[in-house]
């Protein structure tokens, strides 16, 4: 039977349901969000009076639009929404450092870091639910991929963040959230025009306007994808390089059997905008007697030579299962002093939030073991009944 001619038919509430369902206007691009409006007869700059109350005053509610019509609010009302994706989890270091598990509307978890530091305060945004990599040494790598993030999705991480430290309207002056950085779950290159239409609207000098050189977008190393971030976004380029080896990266990053050392260190290279005022960042994670060598900080200095780079060496965060450990300190410190001798800038990155499961896909990866657990009892109580 043709499954069309067999199904039943909808009844009148479903339809009705599904025909008012409303649409986010959370991540649409200007241009989408001045379609929408003046498809509903409205004349253009009504967009960007929404887009005002969205991004600078981060409104959630269209009664709070008080520079619209009670007309043009109810019209919204009936259609659309303005949403922030649900806090299952929010952590609060005792370092400052807040982290939240958040719920999308398809009950997927993503996970959202903010870093306060003396200069500056850095969120950490997710790109996608889990990763399609598997860094050996990264949580997030053992969570299979599931889906990309949508532009709204990875705005509502910075929208969650800003509610939380009180940051509408978007001020001028004295900050605290003054830094984004695409590092969370997932590979932003394999999302790129989810995660360039978010940036753009964050960049909007009339909403959020944070500047592209306090946006840094990290990779694994997607050597095809790197031109284009850095021509479209202009955004600072961060490179999770580990290793100086292929035979090790292969194993540690395993996107380098696809680009190699010698391909991404090319693109690295010929990265647009790139320059000694404004370098690329390389992240090397100080894995115990695997990639700490002295040995391997000067073939580390050799490799980036005549690249615009700064090192960041970061102590590794344990996480449960992991089959690494941290460097020592005094191995981390020498490796940093060895790099700073060959004239690269090797700052250690102070570990923050390892009081709240800090580690990128620690927290949803607690959540989920819970999950399962309450479904295991329940699907036991079941048996038993």
């Known amino acids: 039977m043709d499954s069309a001619a067999g199904a039943l038919p909808a009844t009148e509430s479903q339809r009705s349901s599904e025909a008012v369902a409303p649409r986010?206007?959370?991540?649409?691009?200007?241009?989408?969000?001045?379609?929408?409006?003046?498809?509903?007869?409205?004349?253009?700059?009504?967009?960007?009076?929404?887009?005002?109350?969205?991004?600078?005053?981060?409104?959630?509610?269209?009664?709070?639009?008080?520079?619209?019509?009670?007309?043009?609010?109810?019209?919204?009302?009936?259609?659309?929404?303005?949403?922030?994706?649900?806090?299952?989890t929010h952590q609060l270091s005792s370092d400052g450092t807040h982290k939240w598990l958040l719920r999308l509307a398809d009950g997927n978890e993503v996970e959202t870091v903010f870093i306060p530091e003396e200069d500056r305060g850095t969120l950490c945004v997710s790109s996608q639910v889990g990763c399609t990599l598997t860094c050996r040494f990264c949580h997030t790598g053992t969570q299979r991929l599931v889906r990309n993030l949508t532009p709204?999705?990875?705005?509502?991480?910075?929208?969650?963040?800003?509610?939380?430290?009180?940051?509408?309207?978007?001020?001028?002056?004295?900050?605290?959230?003054?830094?984004?950085?695409?590092?969370?779950?997932?590979?932003?290159?394999?999302?790129?025009?989810?995660v360039a239409q978010a940036l753009t609207i964050v960049m909007d000098p009339a909403g959020i306007t944070l500047g592209?050189?306090?946006?840094?977008?990290?990779?694994?190393?997607?050597?095809?994808?790197?031109?284009?971030?850095?021509?479209?976004?202009?955004?600072?380029?961060?490179?999770?390089?580990?290793?100086?080896?292929?035979?090790?990266?292969?194993?540690?990053?395993?996107?380098?059997?696809?680009y190699p050392l010698a391909e991404l260190l090319a693109a690295c290279r010929s990265y647009p905008g790139a320059h000694n005022a404004r370098r690329i960042t390389f992240e090397y994670v100080m894995l115990k007697d695997v990639n700490d060598s002295l040995a391997e900080a000067q073939e580390l200095a050799r490799l980036l030579k005549g690249i615009p780079a700064k090192i960041n060496l970061i102590p590794f965060n344990p996480w449960p299962g992991s089959e690494y450990v941290c460097s020592d300190w005094d191995t981390i410190e020498r490796f940093s002093d060895s790099l700073f001798a060959a004239g690269l800038s090797a700052p250690v990155r102070r570990p923050r939030g390892r009081d709240i499961m800090a580690a990128c896909g620690q927290l949803k990866s607690a959540s989920e073991k819970l999950k399962k657990s309450l479904r295991e009892t329940q699907s036991a109580a079941h048996a038993e009944a």
């Open 24 to 88: 986010d206007l959370v991540g649409l691009s200007r241009a989408e969000l001045t379609a929408e409006i003046t498809g509903l007869g409205e004349p253009s700059f009504r967009a960007d009076q929404l887009w005002h109350w969205i991004y600078h005053r981060g409104a959630c509610d269209f009664a709070e639009m008080t520079s619209l019509s009670k007309a043009f609010r109810a019209k919204l009302a009936e259609r659309y929404h303005v949403a922030r994706p649900e806090i299952a």
């Open 212 to 258: 592209r050189r306090k946006i840094t977008l990290s990779t694994a190393g997607v050597v095809p994808m790197m031109a284009r971030c850095g021509e479209e976004l202009g955004v600072n380029l961060a490179v999770s390089l580990h290793a100086v080896t292929d035979e090790l990266r292969d194993r540690i990053v395993p996107l380098n059997k696809k």
């Open 152 to 194: 709204g999705e990875i705005l509502g991480q910075l929208m969650i963040a800003r509610d939380a430290l009180d940051e509408w309207p978007s001020p001028k002056d004295g900050r605290r959230l003054t830094n984004i950085v695409m590092m969370g779950m997932g590979e932003p290159l394999y999302n790129f025009d989810n």
